[in-house]
């Protein structure tokens, strides 16, 4: 694998969907145009940092992982940590927010403005809520790696919070339009994220949830079960076998739309103009070349079918032309009827020594002495012979070609 470090939901899901995007973004570091969208989550993430940062009550970590970061049984009673922390007021949240804003990546001012006000109206009604229903956060902002058999992986999550009954809650928090359950029931990414917590944190993941900040409805779901991981784990086995063996061949589709390397994508690059007629000469050449084939293998079967039919009439098998010789070989295969054999070996109760329901298998079963003879009999009853006649050609020399 390149030196490219863990892998984090980002990278994963950008393999996934191409694995030459990838290449350019991890490998070549190619940078993007910004988005508006993307500064806007960006923003609205690291204000909501701010206001929550001062609630964290670390929570006990696994041995050898955040070695550097405080506990709850390195906390000290009389130490200034202990006060009671203070929420900043809706007016020092506006200041933070005016101070961290960015208009990067907006197509226009009419839609930075846009933005800009939502930004502070859910920055608001989330502060209001944040104040009515406190929660106690173990985290925020938590950069957390970890090998999950094998596989390096790491993320930054949102917020873990403390459940009622002492667990722990991953929260990601969406700005997106719309959110369901579903979505959080689903989402790789929470899968992901309770992986990492649970090889971070001594205490176990009791809840995923996906926020969505335009409503404030939390979207929750049961932590994942070791047999509902296992299907991600193979999927991250596969993006870092890619990488490894530098599989970044482009995937086109639907996404290539709001790709910024379709200029330099095999897919999508137009010919320099001074190699367009050298090039359009070999396509042209190609294409007559491949009507020239079709041609010539309709051409090719019938004279095998013409031949053939000739041997069999005068019973030849070896057939003289100016310069070579003309052989006719036989292939021959054995069909079984898969539906006919199941029921005889069922009944015989040696139905395991079948194996693969396929007529190879079949035509070992039946060379198998260990398998009653009047049972092979039966079985060998239910084939057909299926024979394939085709022609090589010899040189008088006697070799074939």
């Not at 993320?155 to 969406?174: A, F």
């Not at 003879?373 to 050609?393: H, P």
């Amino acid at each position: 694998m390149p030196a490219t470090g863990a892998l984090s939901y980002s990278s994963y899901r950008t393999y996934l969907e191409c694995p030459l995007r990838w290449k350019f973004l991890y490998v070549e570091h190619r940078p993007e145009a910004p988005r508006g969208y993307f500064t806007f989550g960006r923003v609205i993430h690291s204000v909501l940092e701010e206001l929550v940062r001062p609630f964290v009550v670390p929570a006990p970590r696994r041995p050898g992982s955040g070695d550097g970061q405080k506990t709850l049984d390195d906390w000290s009673p009389g130490s200034s940590a202990a006060a009671p922390p203070r929420a900043i007021s809706p007016e020092e949240l506006v200041q933070v927010y005016d101070r961290t804003w960015s208009g990067e990546g907006y197509t226009s001012a009419e839609e930075e403005a846009r933005y800009r006000a939502l930004g502070r109206d859910l920055l608001m009604r989330f502060h209001a809520q944040f104040l009515k229903h406190p929660v106690v956060p173990v985290a925020v902002e938590e950069h957390l790696e970890t090998r999950w058999d094998g596989i390096p992986i790491h993320g930054y999550i949102d917020r873990i919070d403390r459940t009622p009954t002492g667990g722990l809650e991953i929260v990601d928090y969406k700005t997106s339009r719309e959110l369901s359950a579903e979505d959080a029931r689903d989402s790789d990414q929470l899968s992901l994220y309770q992986v990492l917590v649970e090889n971070n944190y001594a205490e176990p993941v009791e809840r995923v949830t996906l926020l969505h900040l335009r409503s404030l409805v939390p979207h929750r779901a049961p932590a994942r079960t070791r047999t509902t991981l296992d299907p991600l784990h193979t999927r991250l086995g596969m993006v870092a076998d890619g990488i490894r063996e530098q599989a970044f061949e482009p995937t086109p589709g639907r996404h290539c739309t709001r790709c910024d390397f379709r200029a330099v994508c095999p897919e999508f690059r137009t010919v320099p103009a001074p190699e367009e007629a050298r090039l359009a000469a070999l396509v042209d050449r190609f294409e007559a070349l491949r009507e020239d084939e079709r041609r010539l293998e309709g051409e090719l079967s019938r004279a095998a079918e013409n031949l053939h039919r000739a041997a069999e009439e005068l019973g030849l098998h070896r057939v003289p032309g100016s310069r070579s010789v003309a052989i006719r070989r036989r292939e021959e295969a054995w069909q079984y009827s898969l539906d006919s054999v199941r029921p005889l070996l069922e009944t015989a109760g040696v139905s395991q020594r079948l194996g693969r329901e396929t007529s190879e298998e079949v035509r070992r079963l039946i060379r198998d002495t260990d398998v009653p003879a009047e049972l092979r009999r039966k079985v060998a009853e239910t084939g057909s012979r299926q024979v394939r006649w085709y022609w090589e050609l010899e040189n008088g020399s006697g070799d074939s070609r």
